[in-house]
């Protein structure tokens, strides 16, 4: 099969209002992309993306939905159609963590984490796969995390979805392979983003002490990693998870 060559890619970054998801899709606008920014509630994050696009006229258009919803994706799918063209790259980018002991874990956060970093991920690949498959070409990258691989104390549910979502990129690679579409994981380590605001120093310099090399990852190495999987230069790999962590997992 010959390698497809993509030109203003229209490409979907799902909680793109987040810290990875922001610097993702200005990477990916930057790069010449057409580019669907998704969030929820996080307004603010929305418009700063916005005003930085018209800055660098960059083609960045944002959408508002709750992705746990089936009629959200499809409504959001249908507006980015309209205003974009069909999705070609699509980054599964949302997520959502809190940490509680096990046998504390309520009914609702269990149900909220499997929806937001589970049920919408599925959501919006079976949305983007028909066009994909008339196409025979595509990209879908889903983000996971290294507790998806290795689990986490104080966040089983937490890692049940990224594991989840680790086992659907693999299914879904096997299943949409012959038809020219790439799936690929990425698991990231510790990354400095809001989301971790809530660890206090002491354990984020234990943590760094069990990371060989001794920092955190940023929003824009993991942005970079995302764009080089979409990329051409990538063409040959499809059911992998790439892990950029520091070395903790190894």
């Not at 890619?9 to 992309?33: P, W």
């Not at 984020?204 to 995302?226: H, K, M, N, V, Y």
């Amino acid at each position: 099969m010959e390698k497809i060559i993509y030109k203003e890619r229209v490409v979907l970054v799902t909680g793109a209002s987040g810290g990875i998801g922001f610097e993702t899709a200005l990477f990916f606008a930057q790069n010449g992309d057409k580019v669907a920014f998704h969030y929820n509630q996080n307004v603010k994050m929305a418009e700063k993306a916005t005003a930085m696009a018209n800055e660098k006229g960059l083609n960045l258009r944002c959408y508002q939905g709750d992705l746990t919803k089936s009629e959200a994706v499809n409504l959001m799918f249908s507006a980015i159609e309209k205003d974009l063209g069909p999705v070609e790259i699509l980054i599964n980018g949302l997520g959502y963590s809190e940490q509680n002991l096990f046998q504390e874990i309520s009914d609702e956060a269990w149900q909220k984490t499997m929806a937001v970093n589970l049920d919408a991920s599925f959501y919006t690949a079976r949305r983007a796969t028909p066009h994909m498959l008339d196409a025979r070409r595509g990209v879908i990258l889903n983000l996971s995390s290294i507790w998806g691989m290795v689990g986490g104390a104080m966040e089983v549910h937490y890692s049940t979805a990224k594991a989840a979502l680790i086992g659907m990129t693999k299914a879904l690679a096997k299943e949409l392979g012959p038809s020219g579409i790439r799936v690929n994981c990425l698991a990231p380590g510790w990354i400095e983003t809001p989301m971790n605001d809530c660890h206090d120093e002491d354990a984020i310099s234990e943590f760094l002490t069990d990371t060989p090399l001794g920092r955190l990852g940023s929003a824009q190495e993991i942005a970079s990693w995302l764009y080089f999987l979409s990329s051409n230069e990538a063409s040959f790999m499809t059911g992998q998870v790439i892990s950029p962590n520091g070395g903790v997992v190894i």
